[in-house]
């Protein structure tokens, strides 16, 4: 929790603001303790080094900017830099002139490649034509001088950069018109190129946060594009975009250290810049990197070993032991990951023995874990060619760790490579004799899996049987009642990926033994009739059978039905319930189903599982189901197949005459609903669209939409004939009905209209 609080930023900014309204005695522990949490901060070391220069403290703003100027590459911060600088040098004269002028060379080689820095280039050249001249050849130097800055400027990407471009011509011009030309044409292209530069840089600069405080990674989506706005950076000056050799690596380094003030505490940021100083051929630059990453992030063993990697390259092998020792200092903190890259680094470096010596030193250390023997033994057997070592190593390790089953499996795997196929069974045996049995599982797989490979018939089933035996207590009830399953067989002849069946007998294999795990517990309907999804494949899975082969899924199509965006889990069936039942398959009579679903759900699975809605439920709905939709269910015939025929259903619909009364109830109803438009739904005219139902004054649209749908009920039913002479796929009826489910929608007050989807009028609702 002091971890969290240490680097929050809101009770940073708070200190911050109270600092700018105390004395600078109050305020200077304030802005210390600040500027150790977050020694990037240029804003908070401005605030500090404003505030002493507030009180005329010239030797403390001296101090502060030796802390701060050479890792703060931000140009407000310098730019306070250079105030002090020419309030100090003012009264000194021409020497301050001079002192003024190192400053500004001195502060421009650091952040004159900012694109912020405009303001700096133009106060440089400014400064520069105040200078006094005495004579012709302090002029001609200090106009030399001049020229020079503009010619640097014009040529850094800036926000200013146009109009330095607009200066120097006037410059060169009121100089010399005659040379002012042929400077311009030179200048000209390198001024584009770096107009041309700023602008696809400006995209990328614009989606930094200059303000972010350097804080350790976090989770936040601010932090993690704010990484990236800075990797993209990095990546467009990495590219040379202005094709300029010598300037490339300045403005990299410069975006690197920029960088680095607010992702201060990134590992991958630090080993980035420091491998790239070491591929750019600056060795002791990366080496000055990863000192100060150190400083930053002493904790950090990644950087510590990509350090003593680099100091191991150059060939500084004393360096590179004290980062290591440096790792192993203190004993309680030591790793057993440290102790093995050691051993690493010391085989290589300065031999067999003293790896051996220092082996024999780690395995007293209370932080020597069985990983250390394993890292010792298979070196001395891969690089030093002593099997007997090895050997040794695996058995005085094993006194300590016949507990880890990891450990016992590594030696197993050594004992493989050497053939020892008799020392490999005493292994297995001693081991399995001595760990508790919900430990001896992997241990079992592996010596089965032995058997398989290299055993005989015989000892291959007894191994098997053992197994059954042992870990009959971890299985679940029910287990044993296959005891020779034909899974224990297709693992003992199958190799890799390669099967003694096909895909469809195995998950067949996996289906039943997970029913027979579960022989003697209740099992949902479902997932019996979908057994398929619910099998635990982990479980099934027989020894040496991979489980990725038995996780093929085939979904349960008799369930499928026609989704409804407007049904919610749990509630009531939505008014295209109905469309359920019509697409369902094998159904013979939808209404006989339908009234043989009111007095037993159970009965029809389709009642019963149709959008996971309950029986209850599904007799609530039939309850509240309109008359005319009744009627309209009780008049299809029956149909065969997966879905009925579009067409014979569409002529039904305009066959049938439906109750007068229904109609009657549903004129009336803009008249009852005044709270607020209810869509309707239209089904099987092939309308997709809703309708809101318009206020008392205003009928006449919507008997116009009426007239023209009736209009439109009519020209279909003079081409019905036509059209059940051309039948369409089987498929147009689910079509129609997803293109239904899209456009129609329930409203907000739970009422469902009807009356659309049989014959384009409003024939009956349910509120």
């Not at 005989?456 to 287990?479: P, Y």
């Not at 689910?734 to 009422?751: E, F, V």
Request: net charge neutral; with cysteine; glycine share 4%.
């Amino acid at each position: 929790m002091a971890a969290v609080d240490k680097y929050n930023v809101e009770s940073a900014e708070i200190l911050a603001n109270s600092a700018l309204h105390l004395p600078i005695t109050q305020a200077a522990p304030i802005y210390e303790q600040l500027l150790t949490i977050f020694p990037t901060a240029a804003k908070y070391w401005r605030q500090y080094v404003e505030a002493q220069m507030g009180v005329n403290n010239d030797d403390a703003t001296k101090q502060i900017f030796s802390r701060c100027l050479l890792n703060c590459l931000h140009v407000p911060l310098w730019r306070c830099y250079i105030r002090f600088i020419r309030k100090v040098n003012d009264r000194k004269g021409v020497e301050g002139q001079e002192e003024t002028r190192k400053a500004f060379d001195f502060m421009l080689s650091y952040v004159g490649a900012d694109i912020a820095s405009g303001p700096i280039w133009m106060e440089y050249i400014a400064f520069l034509k105040s200078m006094l001249a005495v004579n012709t050849q302090e002029e001609t130097q200090r106009m030399t001088a001049v020229r020079k800055a503009y010619q640097k400027a014009i040529v850094t990407p800036t926000h200013h950069i146009e109009q330095l471009w607009r200066d120097y011509e006037n410059f060169e011009n009121s100089v010399s018109r005659q040379l002012a030309k042929g400077l311009l044409s030179e200048y000209q292209p390198k001024y584009n190129s770096a107009r041309a530069v700023y602008r696809e840089l400006k995209k990328y600069v614009d989606e930094i946060d200059w303000n972010m405080l350097a804080v350790p990674p976090t989770d936040s989506c601010k932090d993690q594009m704010q990484w990236v706005a800075w990797k993209r950076l990095l990546a467009f000056e990495k590219g040379n975009p202005q094709r300029i050799d010598s300037a490339s690596n300045k403005r990299i380094i410069f975006s690197y250290e920029q960088c680095l003030m607010y992702l201060y505490h990134y590992p991958d940021i630090w080993y980035d810049y420091a491998t790239w100083q070491a591929k750019s051929g600056s060795m002791d630059a990366a080496v000055k990197v990863f000192q100060r990453a150190l400083k930053a992030l002493p904790e950090s063993e990644m950087l510590k070993y990509a350090y003593a990697e680099l100091e191991e390259s150059r060939g500084a092998l004393q360096s590179a032991k004290k980062l290591y020792e440096s790792l192993l200092g203190d004993a309680a903190e030591t790793t057993a990951l440290a102790h093995i890259q050691f051993i690493r680094f010391l085989r290589r470096n300065e031999g067999v023995e003293a790896a051996r010596k220092y082996f024999l030193d780690a395995r007293k250390s209370p932080s020597c874990t069985y990983h250390v023997y394993v890292a010792y033994a298979l070196m001395a057997f891969c690089l030093d060619k002593d099997p007997k070592v090895a050997h040794n190593v695996f058995e005085a390790g094993l006194k300590q760790f016949m507990h880890e089953p990891v450990y016992i499996l590594e030696y197993a795997d050594f004992l493989s490579c050497l053939n020892d196929d008799r020392n490999i069974r005493a292994l297995f045996e001693r081991a399995l004799s001595s760990l508790p049995q919900e430990e001896s599982i992997e241990i079992w797989k592996r010596f089965t899996q032995f058997e398989k490979t290299y055993g005989d018939l015989a000892s291959m089933l007894k191994v098997e049987q053992r197994r059954k035996e042992a870990l009959s207590g971890t299985i679940e009830e029910g287990a044993s009642a296959l005891e020779t399953s034909l899974l224990d067989l297709i693992s003992r002849y199958s190799f890799k990926d390669l099967w003694p069946c096909s895909s469809k007998d195995l998950d067949h294999l996996s289906r039943q033994e997970w029913l027979s795990k579960n022989i003697g517990k209740k099992v949902d309907k479902s997932a019996l009739s979908n057994g398929s999804s619910m099998t635990d494949k982990s479980t099934s899975a027989p020894s040496g059978v991979p489980t990725a082969s038995l996780k093929v899924l085939h979904p349960d199509t008799s369930q499928m039905v026609i989704y409804d965006p407007r049904q919610h889990h749990g509630t009531t069936v939505p008014s295209n319930t109905t469309t359920a039942i019509l697409a369902a398959p094998n159904l013979s009579n939808p209404m006989a189903t339908v009234v043989g679903a009111a007095s037993n759900p159970l009965s029809n699975p389709i009642v019963s599982m149709v959008d996971g809605v309950s029986s209850k439920a599904f007799d609530e709905v039939l309850k509240a189901t309109p008359p005319a939709l009744s009627a309209f269910l009780a008049g299809l015939p029956s149909i065969e197949g997966p879905a009925p025929n579009v067409d014979i259903v569409l002529s039904i619909c305009l066959q049938n005459d439906y109750p007068t009364v229904q109609t009657k109830k549903a004129t009336s109803l803009p008249s009852q609903r005044t709270a607020g438009p209810a869509p309707s739904t239209s089904d099987l005219s092939g309308s997709s669209k809703s309708h809101p139902i318009p206020s008392n004054s205003s009928f006449r649209p919507r008997d116009r939409q009426l007239g023209k749908r009736k209009d439109q009920d009519r020209q279909e039913e003079e081409e019905s004939t036509t059209v059940q002479s051309q039948p369409l796929q089987r498929d147009a009826f689910r079509i129609r009905q997803m293109q239904k489910a899209r456009g129609g929608s329930a409203s907000q007050t739970g009422s469902v209209s009807y009356g659309s989807a049989l014959s384009g009028d409003l024939s009956g609702s349910t509120c």
